[in-house]
């Protein structure tokens, strides 16, 4: 088959054998310049440095369109093959969504496993998930990705309920391995409601105790290091894509006669996010949806941090909306000259610059966040308050008609 990630819990972290060698791709359209491509294929790296694969080299094609068949084209699958043989290579990572007929014919063509970027992404996943819910939100994400790219070969998932009378007449294995798929995909789609619903139950109560403030941005802008410098917490941080999946709420004190507040972190984001992985995270990411101040962490020091940013800033207007109370904040400033810095503040003078490795800035972004803190507490008394008065003068009403 084009993608073989396994969806069973036994066969997580044996996707890539320890530095595998593989070559990336990238193709340059009359919609995407080289510029962009190499850009890509820059980050496609350290996707597959997540997954722990080695780097043997990489092939980028320049036509008007993709080609239907195998994207690249007949002459450069050919270089690609002979490239593969020379280099010992193990995969070939495209940088492009392939369908399963274009991932089957370059398989066929090189000798080489095929995996795409979204495949990529989703083995990252399945290795960085720790939790519950965070690998049930996986192997949604798995299955929505692998049930149109079934084929016989398809033997990773566990076959529960099946046996005697499962196959009905004339009935396909295909067909009998895309019904267990999607009979299982059900049952994991429910699960994962009964948990955002208590979910849901608990940020509310949340809600109703603290302010709470939220860590989101591209991923690797530095969100688990900057919680754990504002908080004493102990979250993994590394320098790796994806290291945080799951949401981690912790306490974060803001200075004096400030509200009680909380500061979460959840997963980065990324461009060419698959669509399936971003629904399935949805429950995670109500953390950001639901908060009362959202951090737009940027890390200052990409040299590509202006898509970045407008990667995350869509991803979060799809997500949370346009009204979602945001502050930019510029991380790893200690990594920039005065220059830099100076552009920065004249570009966004909204933004606050820190960094969280050397805990700069801080108290600028403490101020900022209790400031929002006390007007957030001010509005809930008064809303409170509107709503006593409303009460008082429905029960005066009441008396005063006899009732």
Known sequence: MGVNIAATEAARGRHWDK???VVL???STKDQDPVATRQHLAELARLADSAGAEIAGEVVQNRQTLDPATVLGAGKVKALAELCDAEDIDKVVFDDDLSPSQAKRVEELTGRMVLDRS?????IF???ARTRESKLQVEIAQLEYLIPRLTKMWTHLERQGGGIGTLGPGETQLETDRRIARTRLAKLKRELESMEVARGERGKQRKREAFSVALAGYTNAGKSTLLNA???AKVLAQDRLFSTLDATTRKVWLGHESPDATLSDTVGFIRKLPHHLVASFRSTLAVVAEADLV???VDASDMFREEEMRVAHDLLEELCGRDLPRLVVFNKIDALDDADRQKLAHDLPQAIQVSAAQKLGFDL???NM?????????ERRSKADKELDKALEELELLEASGG
């Open 370 to 378: 209790r400031s929002r803190a006390l007007a957030w507490r001010e």
């Open 25 to 27: 791709v990238g193709v």
């Open 365 to 367: 972004l403490r101020e």
């Open 230 to 232: 504002l908080t004493g």
């Open 126 to 128: 399945a290795r960085q």
């Open 295 to 297: 951090l737009h962490l």
């Open 119 to 123: 495949g990529l992404i989703l083995d």
């Open 19 to 21: 530095k595998e060698r």
